[in-house]
């Protein structure tokens, strides 16, 4: 099967992350966009005494990819992991996406995510007389994904 021929790539600043359909304002960066599969190792004695190690696929992994944004005085991502701390596991559990966009915002690619929750927040570094903006970073585990 030939790749397409397009003319442009998606521009790497173009992209949107939502969290249960709510888009989150203010993403400055995503990273760790990874779909993975464990490779299984098979080793093997043939009958005519020849040694073989075969590479078969295996179960599909679970991931986490990690967000920074601005930091504003919305309390989404701290709540969230407080429930996470408190074990409501039910409740702690959200579907998330991450969409690439072309020159004009339509979609390229979605990278969908299932059964997340937020395993860490961290500020960044806050320093006296600084011109930069202050972020939070929040990193996500999920247990399944797909890209369309």
Request: hydrophobic content about 35%; aromatic content about 8%.
């Amino acid at each position: 099967m030939p790749l397409a021929d397009a003319f442009d790539s998606s521009p790497a600043y173009a992209f949107k992350v939502t969290i249960d359909g709510i888009e989150i304002p203010k993403v400055t960066e995503v990273s760790g966009l990874k779909n993975e599969v464990d490779k299984i190792e098979l080793k093997q004695q043939l009958s005519d005494g020849k040694y073989v190690a075969r590479q078969l696929i295996g179960r599909a992994k679970t991931g986490e990819f990690t967000v920074t944004r601005g930091l504003t005085d919305s309390k989404t991502v701290t709540d969230w992991l407080k429930v996470v701390m408190k074990g409501d596991v039910a409740g702690a559990r959200k579907n998330a996406s991450v969409e690439l966009l072309d020159y004009e915002g339509g979609t390229i690619k979605k990278y969908e995510f299932r059964n997340c929750w937020v395993r860490s927040v961290e500020i960044n570094s806050l320093k006296a007389g600084a011109t930069e903006q202050a972020t939070e970073k929040f990193t996500v585990c999920f247990d399944e994904s797909e890209v369309t």
